[in-house]
């Protein structure tokens, strides 16, 4: 298993410092990958946590810029809410720049607010993505740019640079049969959100009998609270969650179940509220924890 950190891009005590501490530390402590989250401009109802947050297509180009070697991920763009040549443009500037080191993870959202506030339709938001992969497919793998879609149309036109591959690994963000379905036909990868291991070995099963396009690495977004007195499930949104807590012991068992379960990678979001906690607890995962697992 490769393990990644989610960056501290939201929250009401983040600044683009505590971004910076994390990717950096991240990286020197050997963790794969690095992870930003996508909101752009929340309803009153939703402050908590998403009413400060650094945008995550321009942060990541920040902390690319003050890294080297780990990769850096979007966890999850919203992609129909955005104008899809636009970032595709931004994504392959931020691939070229870094050396090949960019993953996109996409994703239909659920804020409907969110939409409205940006313009964009909620109700296609699922049938614009899948056009905008297909999109963004065929914009990073060639200079000349001809696509004709239901959505969008380009005609005669130039795209450039490319993204260092040719290719961006396009991860497919969500937690239930839709996000299946459209990983298996058009991803590089299903990633899902503190989902149990119940819920990752549901995907898989899934997977082994709908055989999909591409080779599909199967990943997962963590909440990771290295203090014992921590629950181990929360809610979000009315549904339950997992999260990795409980004594040194038990996380290794829950690792054990997600291994088991067929899960390849996983992005983990340590505390955020205080920066050096997280920092501490980020250490002591990787040395105390993540050897056992990794590949």
Do not use: C
Request: aromatic residues 10%; without cysteine; neutral net charge.
């Amino acid at each position: 298993m490769k393990f990644g950190v989610g960056l501290p891009n939201f929250g009401r005590t983040t600044s683009f410092d505590a971004i910076r501490r994390v990717a950096i530390a991240a990286e020197e402590l050997g963790y794969d990958s690095v992870w930003t989250t996508d909101h752009v401009i929340v309803p009153r109802a939703d402050i908590e946590p998403y009413g400060r947050i650094f945008e995550s297509v321009v942060t990541l180009a920040m902390v690319a810029a003050v890294t080297q070697r780990v990769r850096v991920g979007t966890s999850i763009i919203v992609l129909p809410m955005r104008n899809p040549v636009l970032f595709a443009k931004q994504a392959a500037t931020i691939d070229a720049a870094s050396g090949g080191r960019l993953i996109v993870g996409v994703g239909v959202g659920w804020n409907e607010p969110e939409y409205k506030n940006l313009s964009a339709n909620f109700k296609n938001r699922g049938k614009r993505l899948d056009e905008d992969i297909t999109l963004l497919r065929a914009l990073w793998s060639s200079e000349s740019a001809n696509f004709h879609g239901q959505y969008t149309q380009i005609a005669d036109s130039v795209f450039a640079p490319l993204p260092a591959r040719r290719e961006i690994p396009i991860w497919i963000g969500g937690n239930g049969e839709p996000s299946w379905q459209r990983a298996a036909a058009l991803g590089d990868a299903w990633h899902a959100t503190g989902a149990a291991p119940e819920g990752v070995a549901a995907a898989v099963k899934y997977f082994h009998e709908h055989k999909p396009a591409r080779p599909l690495l199967i990943s997962a977004r963590l909440t990771v609270n290295l203090d014992p007195s921590v629950p181990p499930t929360y809610e979000y949104r009315g549904a339950p969650r997992r999260r990795l807590t409980g004594t040194d012991d038990d996380i290794r068992a829950t690792l054990r179940e997600f291994v088991q379960a067929g899960l390849q990678h996983a992005a983990l979001w340590f505390p955020t509220d205080d920066v050096a906690v997280g920092l501490k607890q980020m250490e002591r995962f990787r040395r105390d924890l993540a050897p056992e697992f990794e590949d």
